[in-house]
């Protein structure tokens, strides 16, 4: 037994949610000896039936995440990849005195896209032009097309429409705003050029890691939704100051958004003449297990170091995003379904994976997320250099 597996022998930990990103935070605190419970708005997802006990609770109901945290002694309540978790596992930590990592009222960005780029500012090198829409009256007089209408507070890649005038802003507009819990949209300008995202950490306000990735979308779906990512970027070999650029950004991101600890999830775009701008920034990690892919290219555990300074141990988080330098590339792959069709395993061609993991069984029914194409696992694989 570790020195951590006794430290947290007999302690309880609450996963808010229970989707293939939380699975991953399930497994780890499972194998690092804690009991792990877990809470969604319905019993359904991967991770149900991992946890050592599940219960329904809606993760955005911060009362009734306390009050069941209260009533199980449970000493940790995190999440992996979801914007909604966020303040509710801040929130709750704070008022029951148990560890956080940023404060309560800075992680309302996470759940309003509005929020972090009124905070980031005009003057933002890396910001966009945008607006926040609570009704459909404020888009009369928006000019800038093409344009992406999307929720304030979505994720996945839900309600996520390209428009390119007026017209499409109304017809969408029901659409998209019927995928928002607040029934906020922002429009923001549309940036043609490719999409990367960035997996950082942040430790006393300091970014003590990133790593950049390739993001490759499918064309023939709106939204964004990624089929692959790669690692590392192939933008960092054209633009040999790229890494410099996005370290300076993402610090001065940070730091305008108080994320003072923790992982830090960012997508942008380089637009034609190579400048970074922001679509998406979050204080979590990624949902699409970039931590994972990470780890097979460079050693570093994205992972493991969150938890690790989320159970107060901040020297072993530090160490867990050791790197070990390699020339190889790695690629992620999403096996992807039409919703409501039913998952063949043996379809997808999976010779060469070095780690494959299922969010489905054979035969089971295909859940609409995003309503283009689902995820129904991924592989990770060595690529060859583009």
Not at 140 to 159: H, L, T, V, Y
Not at 197 to 215: H, L, P, Y
């Amino acid at each position: 037994m570790t020195k951590m597996q006794e430290f947290l022998k007999g302690k309880k930990i609450l996963i808010l949610g229970t989707s293939s990103p939380q699975l991953d935070g399930i497994r780890y605190c499972r194998d690092t000896g804690l009991e792990v419970h877990a809470c969604g708005h319905k019993r359904i997802g991967v991770g149900v039936e991992v946890a050592d006990e599940f219960h329904i609770i809606d993760i955005k109901n911060k009362d009734e995440v306390a009050g069941y945290c209260e009533e199980n002694d449970i000493d940790y309540v995190s999440s992996v990849g979801s914007e909604i978790a966020i303040p509710t596992a801040n929130f709750v930590s704070k008022k029951l005195g148990l560890p956080y990592f940023i404060e309560p009222e800075d992680t309302e960005l996470a759940m309003d896209k509005t929020i972090w780029r009124d905070r980031l500012g005009s003057g933002f090198e890396g910001n966009i032009k945008y607006r926040g829409i609570a009704s459909k009256d404020q888009l009369s007089d928006w000019e800038i097309f093409p344009a992406i209408m999307k929720p304030a507070d979505g994720q996945g890649q839900r309600g996520v429409r390209k428009v390119a005038d007026l017209e499409e802003v109304k017809a969408y507009y029901e659409e998209v705003i019927g995928y928002s819990i607040t029934d906020k949209i922002i429009i923001e300008e549309y940036i043609s050029g490719p999409e990367l995202s960035v997996n950082a950490f942040v430790i006393d306000g300091d970014v003590i890691f990133f790593q950049e990735s390739d993001r490759i979308s499918f064309i023939e779906y709106p939204g964004g939704i990624p089929k692959e990512h790669r690692v590392p970027s192939k933008y960092s070999y054209i633009d040999i100051g790229l890494r410099d650029k996005l370290h300076s950004l993402i610090q001065e991101a940070v730091k305008k958004l108080s994320i003072k600890n923790g992982p830090v999830y960012i997508q942008f775009k380089l637009d034609d003449d190579r400048n970074i701008k922001f679509i998406e920034i979050a204080p979590r990690l990624d949902g699409c297990h970039l931590w994972r892919l990470i780890e097979y290219y460079s050693g570093a555990n994205l992972l493991d170091a969150s938890f690790k300074l989320l159970f107060g141990d901040k020297m072993k988080a530090k160490e867990a995003l050791t790197e070990t330098e390699r020339d190889d590339e790695y690629l992620l792959r999403f096996m992807m379904e039409k919703p409501t069709k039913t998952v063949s395993k043996n379809k997808y061609d999976l010779s060469k994976a070095l780690f494959i993991d299922w969010y489905y069984e054979e035969g089971d029914e295909v859940r609409e997320v995003n309503g283009f194409i689902e995820k129904v696992g991924y592989q990770i694989f060595r690529a060859k250099r583009l």
